[in-house]
């Protein structure tokens, strides 16, 4: 079993963390002062220039990446227990995926909560001032740790590519091999065919010549 310290201590699993404390910060910050009553209207506001596409964007993607942040780290947590190659490759195509949309929605938000910010007129006795400021200075954060956490899945799947996916080698089909570090290995010449391993018989007929005397 996984070391939780351990776990802990892992640039992912770090990123996560960060990706969960970005995304609470711009919810909750739309959430609590992103909207005002408006008298004339009859209704909420979003405070970003009336936009409530500017507010319902921010509080979207912030709590779909906050869910995901969970999810992906709990699947984490049992990705060295994976006994099959296939699934590790999944799980790097999802976070691959997820990280790099993710970053992509969260440049859209902090695009429209910006630009809406900056057209606003300034809320009576700067209601929400501060909170829509950091609702959008940790949107734009986001994106960097998105990208990051995707750089990262590359890069493990890189690394399980060339080692391990690349070959084509299911360990469903090594289970029952042993031998040295990693079972039993085929010797290819460069012709392209298979030799023979090391310390095989090399007589031609494979059995043993007279003695003559």
Known sequence: PTDPLEFVKRPTVILRIASC??????????????WQFNQT??????IMNGS????????TVAVMAFLAAIGFTVWEY????????????HFLWADMGFSGLWAFFYFVAFCVMA???????????????MNM??????????IFIEAIIWFLAYQRYKAGFESAFGGGIDEATLGGQTGG?????????????????????????????SVHY
């Open 21 to 34: 404390i970005s995304a609470i910060i711009v919810f909750s910050c739309i959430q609590s002062e992103g």
């Open 41 to 46: 209207e009859s209704k909420e506001i979003c």
């Open 52 to 59: 409530s596409t500017a507010c319902n964007l921010g509080n």
């Open 78 to 89: 049992f990705y060295d227990q994976m006994s099959s190659i296939k699934s590790k490759k």
């Open 115 to 129: 630009h809406q910010w900056s057209q606003a007129e300034s809320p009576p006795a700067g209601y929400g001032h």
């Open 133 to 142: 400021r950091a609702a959008i200075f940790f949107a734009f954060v986001a």
């Open 181 to 209: 570090e990693g079972g039993y290995q085929a010797y290819q010449t460069e012709a392209g065919g298979y030799a023979d391993p090391p310390f095989s018989q090399q007589g031609g007929g494979g059995n043993y010549d």
